[in-house]
């Protein structure tokens, strides 16, 4: 057994112990992302931040998500298919799903977006980072994915961040 496999069943063994475990599981592996994704162009917008500079900076970050997302995870999926552990192990995931594992959507939006946030508000950028990570490993516990799916998500996350960050918000800037 490889240390993927192994570390994925040291985390996946706190599933299924509590109500309460569980649940804190399913929040941070599924429904913390949906207040995450707003989160960023709120606070711009509670800092009062001029409206042009608020939507370009938004429109930037969610662009970072989705070349992290769409470019990259849907082309990896597409040429290098991995089974879900339920599917390899036989277990009993607490989050059902049936497309591939690697990388994980989850971590290439976030980390990208996570990580486009920590270039012009730092401390708001590691926030981001720490619920990046609890969503993370969450999804590993939940058993939808291994800790290599999560890995592959944050480096090509920050990698897509980096891309638009030199190319999109140049452009976004000059058309707006």
Known sequence: MNLDTKLFFKLNSFAHKSK?????ILFFGSY???PLAVAFPLYLFLVQTPMREGI???VSALVAGLIARLIFGSSIRFFHPVPRPPVTHALKPLI?????S???GHALFFFALSTFVLFFYPLLGVIFLLITLGIATARVMAGVHYPSDMLAGCLIGVVSAYLSYVYVLPL???LF
């Open 32 to 34: 913390i992302a949906y």
């Open 102 to 104: 690697f990388p994980s």
């Open 20 to 24: 309460r475990g569980d649940f804190l």
């Open 172 to 174: 976004l800037v000059q």
């Open 56 to 58: 370009i900076l938004s």
């Open 96 to 100: 059902n799903l049936k497309s591939p």
